[in-house]
């Protein structure tokens, strides 16, 4: 990953480093408030000789003193000086716990022992850390040896401890601030390792890391109920333009083999292909271009459901014999386009689709239409969609961007080129808007008044496109509800 790649997960991680942040942030606050103050205690004592003839043995007897000093220290938290300080002040601990919370130190080139005392009471500290000195001083004179009648070394408080008026821990500050980088810290590192190991296809760019196939165009994100149909509901949307770019992109595909019947697949179920197959028809229909929108999907059809209409017969019709093509065919949405939905199930797909009846039906179909976009399987679970591909003029992959891997949509055009079927392009599906795109088209939005714009604008482009004869009616377009399947 590069410094843009880094930067753009932490920016799609964001509530991630925000979340994780917020909880260092609120664990700092309850370590602060949570733990009990401690208060310290210290007094001083002076180390020196009882007595000096002269100078000369007043010198000796200060480097003798320091020489010593870094004993002393040690010796105050010493049983010997403990035990004593625990008797009387009646301390429910023994020496080695009580020692825990005293420490004892000598300013560099000094002789003077600063004694302290740490615990949660303030007066009891004053009196321990006191207490701890008078007992080291009686316990230095008693060790140390003596010269003539009276002893060699001497120890005075010249400093008593008093009680503290403010804890010295804990540094609520400090706690929060850890907490704070700590959550902050945590947060980042996640998204980043998520960024490192989400294999999925967010962007054009991403597809174009997988794959040096032609990116067609890039489809955003559909909301509300009118996504099925969205170039016929809201023909002035954002997502009905990059259904006409789509379709440009692939009237221009190859100037000298023009495309006239594609398949729409994708590399596993539930990236929009159907949807896609829909808006795509409805944008060439757009161009008074006889167009026939086929539900060859024999596993799981959907373009009858999708589009409203009857779906008992239909392609499988077709090929068992029974019925013809302008049988089973229904104009729909506009006068240009036609739906032949699947029919029955069948239990052979397979068969049906590499079927002589099928490539004749392909035949008649190039006849009678100027354009031919059938909705197939996904590529991974079945081969449905590359015996059609072999057929027609090349296939279309759909790769949503919200679900499919870089290796499920690998893997889907390698099962296209191990046919030697050819792929025109990509699809990206459900990509995020970065931006407000309003120049052109309107981005339709999940609310009450942009659902009533567009009724209302579809209500008038519908009447406007209504034919002045004695021909049927066209079946009338209904927003589809939303039932969780997005093929």
Known sequence: MDLREYIAALRKRWYLVAALTLVGTFFGVYQAESAEPQYRATSKAFVSLSRGANTQELVQGT??????????????????????????????????????????????????????????????????????????????TDLSPESGAAETVRVDVVAPAVPPSFPVSPNKRLLVLVGFIGGLVAGVALAVVRGLFDTRIRSGTDIGQVTD??????????????????????????????????QTNLQ????????????????????????????????????????LLVDADMR???????????GSAGLTTILIGKAELHDVVQSWAQPTLDV???????????????????????????????????????????????????????????????????????????TLE??????LGVVANRVRATADESYYGHRVRNSL???????????????????????????????????????
């Open 63 to 140: 480097t003798y003193t320091q020489s010593l000093v870094q004993s002393y220290v040690a010796l105050a938290t010493m049983p010997v000086v403990l035990d004593p300080v625990i008797q009387e002040l009646h301390l429910p601990v023994s020496a080695r716990a009580l020692a825990g919370s005293i420490t004892a130190a000598t300013p560099l080139n000094t002789v003077i022992i600063e004694i302290s005392a740490t615990t949660s009471d303030a007066a009891l500290a004053a009196d321990i850390s006191n207490a701890v000195a008078q007992h080291l001083s009686e316990t230095i």
């Open 300 to 310: 799981r059809p959907a373009i009858a459901d999708y589009c409203n209409l009857e």
């Open 418 to 423: 191990s046919v030697e079927a050819r792929c």
């Open 252 to 291: 221009f595909l190859d100037a000298s083999a023009p495309v006239q019947c594609i398949v729409m697949t994708s590399s596993v179920g539930g990236e929009g292909k159907s949807t896609t197959s829909i808006n795509l028809a409805l944008a060439i229909a757009e161009k008074d271009l006889r167009v």
């Open 449 to 487: 008044f942009g659902r009533f714009r567009a009724n209302l604008a579809s209500r008038r482009d519908r009447s406007a496109r209504q034919p002045k004869t004695s021909a049927p009616d066209i079946p009338t377009l209904q927003p589809v509800p939303d039932s969780g399947r997005d093929e």
């Open 213 to 246: 196939a032609a990116l067609l165009g890039t489809i955003p994100v559909l909301r509300g109920r009118m996504g099925r149909a969205v170039t016929a509901i809201a023909p002035r949307s954002v997502a009905s333009e990059s259904y006409r770019r789509l």
């Open 340 to 414: 032949l939905t699947l029919g029955e199930v069948p239990p052979n797909p397979s068969q049906l689709i590499g079927s002589r009846p099928m490539q004749m039906l392909l035949t008649r179909m190039r006849e009678d239409y100027d354009f031919i976009v059938l909705d197939a399987p996904p590529l991974l679970p079945v081969a449905d969609a590359t015996i059609l591909a072999r057929l027609c003029d090349g296939a279309v992959v759909v790769a949503n961007c919200q679900k499919v891997h870089r290796g499920q949509l690998s893997d889907a055009l390698a």
